[in-house]
Structures are given as structure tokens and as C-alpha cells.
């Protein structure tokens, strides 16, 4: 039980990371993506990437991202995602609930660091 | 999140499965090249960068499942995996798969056949229009002891006329039918209704037209309408039938119509040809009101109308009617016999005899599936005991309970499905063949359907009707039935071992597979209380054919009053138009009786309008000349025929007073009569008969009663002596019939005498057809069939159901006496002989035998309240019947349980220990 909340924190935090790396520089493949979220969350994704295609595939099926072979900058055949509007939707929310929550937090850090 | 969309998306994913699983494997495979690629340009060597590269995407498996299971696949596939470790299962275990499938094939399957008749007889609607507006209707004298008498042609004209709450009403009446001409005569069951008969029913001809509203007045065409099996069978289902004409009792009548081949009448199921009733002023008439009650009625209810609305209508119809031709006195006649119309729903009424008799089968065919079912469960139960410690083993390496629920259900379910198909496979077997085997030439060749037949499996005791249970058998309802079956069956007996998994911790299999596996006690409680179920059950079903057998033995022993046996009888039917007057119709006779007297062997023969056992039931009101009717007593009207000299003495009635009919009793001397013990008594109790003056409600002249003879069972052998009325007989000397049975007794008369009889009457006239010839002894049989075939049926279920508790009984015992082998080689090692060993395991047998008898005692109590109806000269709760199903069930127990105890006793204490 209690890994399979620590798996949905996760998947939830890497839909976002996804999400946002879509939005931001427009569509990748899915090693593309890996690469970005790594060097972006620092080690976050350096290992199991293997872990990412579950999440596109989630993400493709609640629509807020779509899919379509092409061909990369080396000429390799892959397969592309990009946001859609309902992903930019989503997105966006979620970012909203994130902040939200950091400022929560923010605030119950300051609440415990003035009264010791 | 949008489910919909989510749940469209994966069920799409589903259907292109394989390539969705080549794209995966290529974007991974894709995925991986390029990581190797920019690991190349960092400057590794070819096999670290595919290695690196590999190590970063992580687990390849992990990444698939993950990516299988949000696709949704997952379930399909598990559920695909559990019945292949289902199968792998059940064929790693064939003796196993063996015993259950064939046990869940053969009580599917008999569930299946009873089933298919009860859905075509009980469930399925009539096959007609609207049938739930349709209604029967009976007129019921009950101060005359006449409950149910059907209809008048009086009362079909007032309830057409003046009655609002019907729509349309018909009369109908089964018939028979010399068709043909010359000397190739065939006799035909036929039909005679009303005009209005097939508008009722809904029910509109096939070819041609049905009748028209005319053809019910004298003179004119004869019109007849062919059934769709007579048709195929006779014309060859010519198209041009319309319009010819064939010869029928002698008249020339014109084909006016082909029925559909749907149409059946539950009632007349093998009506070949149906013909109008024709009806006189005189028949018509107000004054022919009450007698001739010889018409069954069917009516099609007015939309909105109940048939309690329709009852009070009629009888406040009946009421003004009685005022209008009697006066006062007519109201008070009326109240005084209590007379009132009763309305039946048609389906309830076309079925009242079988209903109950299905329905105790198909409760028995139920048990007998709940104790298959019991057996199984307690195998699997045995079998998930068994494969505890593999299963505790699987959970400590992260099988999830819910894997090994699913796996025990998979097993299950398909055990189930297998089950199913094998009895579907055997009920379609089966049904036919009884069908087949049963088919009489003279039954049968009609086109008349499942229902109908079916019907005719309980009254008449035929199983003919299974011929047409195959067809049933294909119905959806009952595909419906028997997949519900297989899958119900398969959770109930699935069910049991997954509770005990999920109330067992699996960790302590561990320990007890350390101490050498001690017996559960609460797998013991569970197994133990299913065996006593299963004996409950049994027991309940033996009860219940016991007593069925009892009241059928019973039944077959009333004496009706004469000697069946050695008697050969044969219809004749003399057409009006060859045989015009009293004197041919009595010529004839006297002149056939001459010659099958003189035949070889025959100790007797003479005639009867009315052949006992032989379906004709004829009423007749009569007035004895000088009897004071006591206060509030209603008109008597006995059962009457017309005999020949030489009956009484052919059937071997017993003469009480007076003598019997003689040739002398001729048309010109007085008019002579015989009455039954039962009105003797009735008239003139104590006192003696002879000599009485008799009114009948025909002619001027009184009768003059010259014998008194044995009151005889004319259609029944249970009915109750208070169903009776009385008989009295005519001569057909005086009283000239054309429609005569012929008796005929000698010691070794049978059957093959008909080609003389035929002989004798083909010399006289070669167009009278002599049919539906039968011993005596023989129709009376036939008239025991609806308690016969639910009596040997009830009995065969009984017989399984006893069979398979004592299997269960053996499976539970011998696999206690296998777990507690440790238990009696401590015994053995502390002192303890053979025969105490064998003590304590029948013991355990004795005590669930017990235990299961005495809650099947409280099932009895509930039972016998339910099928009480259907006893007859029994008890319900029988001791007789109560102790042998008792011993019956205890010794199939005990001897069930001999073999696991003397395999306890051959249990060796050294080497039992040793194992541990």
C-alpha cells in the first residue's frame, strides 16, 4: 500500500515535469524528454527512465498530450508528444495547486522556525 | 478525469493490442539507441555506451508492465493467465477434473431438461395474442358437488350478448373425425369451436380463412380448417388446398383454410382438423339453459377489464336472468346450489395439474445440483488446504491474496463452463432419445409444440414430449439458465475455499507445515457442516419421492370397481348419414356383438357410450318418479351411459340387486334402467331400488329401475368418493347411439385380437373405422401417468442425490482420515486397536449422518405442507416412508464411510511418525 502512494506522488510530480518541458520547448521525443528532466531535476530521472512511458502513456490518455512518429535531428525514427490544450489547461492548475501548496508550507516552515 | 473517454481509449488500445505492443518495444528500443548515441560522443567505447545506456533506462520489464497496466491490458491478461493455470490445473489432475466435471455435466444437465419443460409449460406465455387478457370460464354448482362443470351453448350466447367484460368469448370441444370415404376410413382427433374461437385466440389462418360467423347455423357448406401438420402430412402441404373438399363422417366438406404452424391448443394438443359447432334454435334456446354443460369456454377479457369484474358481472347477468325466466323461485334455485361462473387466467387454468408436480422436479433437480455442487466444493476446499504452504509460500514472495483468489476462481469458473457445457451437451442428448423411444404411431406425427407436449409428459404420462424438449432446449431463456448455472454454480463452490483462505493467516502454514500439518479445525467445521447439508438434502429428496411412490402405489391399488384385465376395447363411429335412425345404429350392433362373440376366446363382448377410462365424461340430470327432495337439495346428475346386454358381465361389475340388460329389453318393451350402489343409497337408503320409477330430462315416459350394480371409478382412481355423483346405464337396444365402444373379455384375450374385431366389423360395414384400441388394463396405466412419471423421475433424482452424499461423505472422511494420520498413529502407539480406530471415524460419519438428518427432519416439516395436494391414501409425514429414507441415507452413509475407516486402521504407527 504504502509504495503505491509514493508512486502516484511520483507519477504526479513527473506528469507536471512533462508537462511543463512540453510547454516550454515545444515537442519531444520521449528520450528527449528524459534528458531535460534530467538536467533540470538534477538526478531526479538519471536512473529509470524507463519509468517515463507510463506517464506519456497516461498523460496521452487523459488527452493532455499527443503523440506522432517522426524523425529526429539524427534521422532516427521516434515517437514525438506534444502539449495539447487541455494539457496547457492542466498544466496550468496544477502549477496553481503547487504554488498553493509551497506557500503553505513556506508558511508552516517560518511558523516552527519563530517559535523555538 | 473523464472515465468514459479513458475507458473508450483502452478499449480501443485493446483491440489493436499487437501493434501497440510493437510501438512500445520500438519508442524503448528507439529511446535506447539514442542514449547509446550521445553516450558514443562522450567518448565510450561502443559496449559501455549500449551498457550505460541500458543501466539509465532501468528496468526494461518494469518499464512494460508499468506500461501494460495503464493501458488497461492488465486484467484481460491476468484473467487469460488464470484459466490457462486453471486448465494446467485441472489437467495436471484429470481424476479430479473428471469427477467434477462430470458431476456439475450430469446435474446441469438434469436441471437443464426439467427446466426446459417448465420454461415452455410454466414460464413461457400461451402462444397466443394478449394472453394475459385470456381467461377460461367453468360453471360451479357447488350444493351439487360440482365444482368445475364446463359450459352451455345457452351461456356462450348470454356472455357474448349481454356481457361488457368480454371482448370476444368461444366455445370448443375436442372431437373425433371419420375422414375419407368407402372403405379407406381414417379417424382423425379433431376440434369443434365456435366462429368466434380463432378471433379470441388472435390467431388468423395460415392459407384460405378461418370461420365465418354463419357457419355456426345449421345447413349450408361444412367448412374445415386443416392444422399445418395434418396439411403437410395428408395433402402434402399443396398450396392449392383451399377450396377442395374432402369427406368427413360422411358429408362432403370444403377446406377453407390451413391453420399456422404455430398454432397449438395446450388442451388438444393432437387436433388434427378443426370443424364449426353448429347450433339449432332449439340448442339456443333460454329453456336448454343448464344442462349439456359439455363445452369448454375460453374469453378474451375487454382491455381494463379483471376477472372478478367479469365474475360479478356474470353473476349479476345470471341473477336478473333466473328472475326474468323463473321468478323468485328461479333465484332461490340458483343460490340454493350455489351457482356462480368462475373465471380462470387461461395459462393458470391450461396448466393447474402440472404446475405443482413441475416445480417439486425442479426443486428436486435444484438439490440435486446444490449436492453436486457441495461435493465440488469440498474437493477444491480439500485441495486449497492441500496447497496452503505453496500458497503461503506465494504470498511471502508478493503474490497479493487477490492473486490467489483469482486463481481458485479461474479454476473454478472453468470447471463450471465445462460443467455447463457437458450438460447442456447430455440434456440435448438425453431429451430426444426418451422422446424417440416413447413416439407412438397414432401421437405424436402432429405439429403441435413444445407446450403442448410438454403438457402431455405430466397428464398422460407419456414422454413423448421430450421429443419436442430438444427444440425447447434451444431456446434463449434456457441458454440464459444454463450459463447462470455453470457460472453461479462455479462462485458457490469457488466461494467456499477462498473464504477459508481469506480467514486463515497464511503465515501459520509455515508453522503447522513445521509440525507436520495438524488438522485444521475450522476446514473440519466447514466440511463437516457441507456433508451434513449434503444429507440434509438428500434426505429431503427421498422423503419426497417416498411418499410420491407411496401415494402412486396406493393409487394403482384402488379397486374401480371392475376387472381391467383381458378386456380388449375399440372405438366405432357409425357417420349420421349412412346410419340415419335408431334402428341401423342398433342393427348394426346387434348384429357386430353376434359376431365377435362368436369368436375364439372371447368370454364376452358388448358396447358402452361411455368407456371408463377413456377421457368421455357425460352428465345427465334424472328425477326419481315420487322422491321428495330433502330441504336446500339440489338436482342429481350422475355420470350416464348407454351399455349393451353382456357389460356388466364383460367388465365384471358386480351385481347387487335385480338383474342386468337382455336382448329381449328391445325398443318396444318398457323402457328399462340400471343404477349405481351410489344413488341406490342415495334415493332410497335401506330400502330397495327395483321397481323405481325414473324421469329423465328426455322423452315422456318414466324408466324402471331393474338393477343395481358396483359403483365403478370411471376417469380417476384418486378421486375422493365425495367426487362422485352416481352412475346409471341405458341399453342401446332402447336408447340407439352410433359413437360405441366395444369390450370385448377373454383369459387370453390381448391386443392381437383387434384384426379379428376389425374383421368382424369391416364384413358389416368396411367404412366404420375401428380406433384407438386398447386394453383395458391399459388405460387405466395411462391414467396413472401423472403420478407415475413424477414418481419414477423424483425417484431417480433421490437415487443421485443419495448417491453423491455418500460421495461426498466418502471424500470428506477419507481426507480427514488422511490429516489425522498422525493422530491415529499416536493412538495406535499409545494402545489403541483396530477396531476403536474404526469406532472413531464412523463415529464422526454417524454423527454428521445425524446431524444432517435431523435438519432435513425440519426441511420434511416445511415440505410435506407444500406437495401435500399431490399425496394420495398417505400420510405426509409417513413413518414408514420417514424411517426407510432415514436407513436408506444411513447405511449409503456408513458404507461410505467404511472404507476411509478401515484405511485409518491399516494407518502404520511406526512409519506414520517416522514421516514427520
Known sequence: MGTKKSSDVWQGTLSIMVLKTLHMLGPQHGYGLARRIETTSGDLLSINQGTLYPVLLKLEQEGSIASQWGNSENNRRAKFYRITARGRRVLELEERGWERTNEIMARFSRLGEESQ | ?916
Not at chain 2, 431438461?113 to 354448482?141: M, Q
Not at chain 2, 332461490?332 to 393458470?348: M, N, Q, W, Y
Request: with cysteine; net charge neutral; hydrophobic share 45%.
Open chain 2, 1 to 916: 478525469m473523464k472515465p468514459l473517454r479513458r475507458a473508450f481509449y483502452r478499449l480501443r488500445m485493446l483491440f489493436s493490442r499487437g501493434r501497440q505492443e510493437r510501438e512500445m518495444s520500438e519508442e524503448f528500443a528507439s529511446h535506447i539507441e539514442m542514449q547509446t548515441e550521445d553516450n558514443l560522443r562522450l567518448g565510450m567505447d561502443p559496449h559501455r555506451a549500449r551498457r550505460e545506456a541500458l543501466m539509465k533506462f532501468g528496468s526494461m520489464r518494469a518499464a512494460q508492465e508499468g506500461w501494460r497496466d495503464q493501458r488497461g491490458l492488465r486484467w484481460a491478461e491476468e484473467t487469460a493467465r488464470d484459466l490457462r493455470l486453471g486448465l494446467h490445473a485441472l489437467r495436471r489432475n484429470p481424476s479430479f477434473a473428471a469427477v467434477t466435471i462430470l458431476t456439475l455435466g450430469v446435474t446441469i444437465g438434469l436441471n437443464l431438461a426439467i427446466y426446459s419443460v417448465v420454461e415452455s409449460v410454466l414460464l413461457a406465455p400461451l402462444p397466443f395474442k394478449e394472453p394475459a387478457r385470456l381467461v377460461t370460464l367453468y360453471n360451479s354448482f357447488p350444493g351439487s358437488g360440482a365444482d368445475r362443470l364446463a359450459n352451455n351453448v345457452p351461456d356462450f350466447f348470454l356472455r357474448r350478448e349481454r356481457v361488457n367484460g368480454l371482448e370476444e368469448v368461444a366455445l370448443y370441444v375436442g372431437s373425433g373425425e371419420s375422414v375419407g370415404g368407402g372403405d379407406r376410413v381414417e379417424r382423425v382427433p379433431g376440434l369443434r369451436v365456435t366462429p368466434s374461437f380463432f378471433p379470441t385466440l388472435g390467431v388468423e389462418a395460415a392459407l384460405g380463412r378461418t370461420f365465418l360467423e354463419e357457419e355456426m347455423n345449421p345447413g349450408g357448406v361444412h367448412p374445415v380448417i386443416l392444422t399445418d401438420g395434418y396439411w403437410r402430412e395428408r395433402f402434402a402441404a399443396s398450396a392449392e388446398i383451399v377450396g377442395q373438399t374432402i369427406e368427413i363422417d360422411g358429408q362432403t366438406a370444403m377446406i377453407v383454410g390451413v391453420l399456422p404452424a404455430s398454432f397449438r391448443l395446450p388442451t388438444q394438443p393432437d387436433a388434427r382438423l378443426v370443424r364449426p359447432l353448429v347450433f339449432s334454435p332449439e340448442q339456443r334456446s333460454l329453456e336448454a339453459w343448464g344442462s349439456n354443460n359439455d363445452f369448454f369456454m375460453v374469453g378474451r377479457l375487454a382491455p381494463g377489464t379483471s376477472a372478478e369484474q367479469l365474475e360479478a358481472e356474470l353473476a349479476s347477468l345470471y341473477e336478473n336472468l333466473a328472475y326474468e325466466l323463473r321468478g323468485a323461485e328461479g333465484v332461490r334455485s340458483l343460490e340454493k346450489v350455489g351457482f356462480r361462473t368462475v373465471v380462470v387466467d387461461a395459462h393458470e387454468d391450461l396448466t393447474r395439474n402440472v404446475r405443482l408436480p413441475l416445480l417439486l422436479l425442479w426443486g428436486a433437480v435444484s438439490f440435486v445440483l446444490l449436492i453436486g455442487c457441495v461435493n465440488i466444493a469440498n474437493l477444491m476446499l480439500a485441495r486449497s488446504e492441500a496447497r496452503l504452504p505453496e500458497m503461503a509460500t506465494r504470498a511471502a514472495l508478493g503474490a497479493g491474496r487477490l492473486r490467489l483468489v483469482r486463481q481458485i476462481l479461474g479454476e473454478a469458473i472453468l470447471t463450471g463452463v465445462l460443467g455447463g457445457v457437458v450438460g447442456v451437451g447430455l440434456a440435448s442428448m438425453v431429451l430426444p432419445l426418451l422422446g424417440v423411444e416413447a413416439l407412438s404411431p397414432t401421437t405424436n406425427t402432429d405439429g403441435a409444440a413444445a407446450g403442448a407436449m410438454a403438457l402431455n409428459l405430466l397428464s398422460f404420462g407419456g414422454v413423448e414430449s421430450f421429443g419436442r424438449g430438444s427444440e425447447v432446449g434451444l431456446s434463449a431463456s434456457v441458454f440464459v439458465y444454463s450459463v447462470a448455472l455453470a457460472l453461479g454454480t462455479s462462485i458457490l463452490f469457488g466461494a467456499i475455499p477462498i473464504v477459508n483462505l481469506f480467514r486463515k493467516d497464511l503465515n501459520t502454514a509455515f508453522t503447522l507445515e513445521g509440525r507436520g500439518r495438524t488438522r485444521s479445525r475450522r476446514a473440519a467445521l466447514v466440511h463437516g457442516s457441507l456433508v451434513a447439508g449434503q444429507v440434509a438434502m438428500a434426505f429431503l429428496l427421498l422423503v419426497g419421492a417416498g411418499l410420491m411412490l407411496r401415494s402412486f402405489r396406493q393409487a394403482a391399488d384402488v379397486d374401480p370397481g371392475f376387472l381391467p384385465d383381458g378386456v380388449f376395447t375399440g372405438h366405432t363411429a357409425l357417420t349420421s348419414i349412412r346410419y340415419p335412425g335408431g334402428d341401423a345404429q342398433r342393427s348394426f350392433y346387434d348384429r357386430l356383438l353376434g359376431s365377435i362373440r362368436a369368436l375364439p376366446g372371447v368370454e364376452a363382448a358388448s358396447v358402452t357410450s361411455l368407456l371408463p377410462f377413456g377421457s368421455v365424461d357425460r352428465t345427465m340430470s334424472i328425477t326419481p318418479l315420487g322422491y321428495e327432495p330433502r330441504p336446500g337439495e339440489s338436482l342429481v346428475t350422475p355420470n350416464w351411459s348407454i351399455v349393451g346386454p353382456g357389460y356388466f358381465d364383460a367388465l365384471r361389475i358386480q351385481v347387487f340387486e335385480g338383474r342386468t340388460f337382455e336382448e329381449s329389453d328391445g325398443p318396444e318393451q318398457q323402457q328399462v334402467i340400471i343404477i349405481d350402489e351410489w344413488l341406490a343409497k342415495y334415493f332410497w337408503p335401506g330400502r330397495s331400488a327395483l321397481g323405481r320409477q325414473i324421469r329423465l330430462p328426455f322423452g315422456n315416459a318414466t324408466w324402471t329401475v331393474i338393477g343395481v350394480v358396483q359403483t365403478v371409478k370411471l376417469k380417476d382412481l384418486t378421486s375422493a368418493v365425495s367426487d362422485h355423483v352416481g352412475a346409471f346405464y341405458l341399453s342401446y337396444r332402447q336408447v340407439p347411439a352410433g359413437d360405441m365402444a366395444l369390450v370385448v373379455r377373454g383369459a387370453n384375450v390381448n391386443v392381437s385380437i383387434a384384426e379379428s374385431v376389425r374383421a368382424a366389423v369391416t364384413r358389416l360395414d368396411p367404412g366404420v373405422p375401428l380406433f384407438d384400441v386398447q386394453m383395458l388394463n391399459h388405460r387405466l396405466n395411462e391414467s396413472l401417468g401423472s403420478r407415475r412419471t413424477p414418481t419414477i423421475l423424483l425417484l431417480g433424482f433421490a437415487a443421485i442425490a443419495v448417491f453423491l452424499a455418500a460421495v461426498g461423505t466418502y471424500g470428506v472422511l477419507a481426507y480427514s482420515v488422511a490429516q489425522r494420520k498422525r493422530e491415529t498413529a499416536i493412538r495406535m502407539a499409545l494402545g489403541s486397536r483396530p477396531a476403536d480406530i474404526l469406532a472413531m471415524v464412523l463415529k464422526q460419519g454417524v454423527f454428521l449422518a445425524a446431524i444432517g438428518l435431523t435438519a432435513g427432519a425440519i426441511g420434511v416439516a416445511f415440505m410435506v405442507r407444500w406437495i401435500q395436494s399431490l399425496l394420495f391414501g398417505v400420510e405426509p409425514l409417513d413413518p414408514l416412508v420417514l424411517a426407510i429414507a432415514a436407513a436408506v441415507l444411513s447405511f449409503s452413509v456408513i458404507l461410505a464411510c467404511l472404507a476411509p475407516a478401515r484405511r485409518a486402521t491399516r494407518v502404520n504407527p511406526m512409519r506414520a511418525l517416522a514421516q514427520e
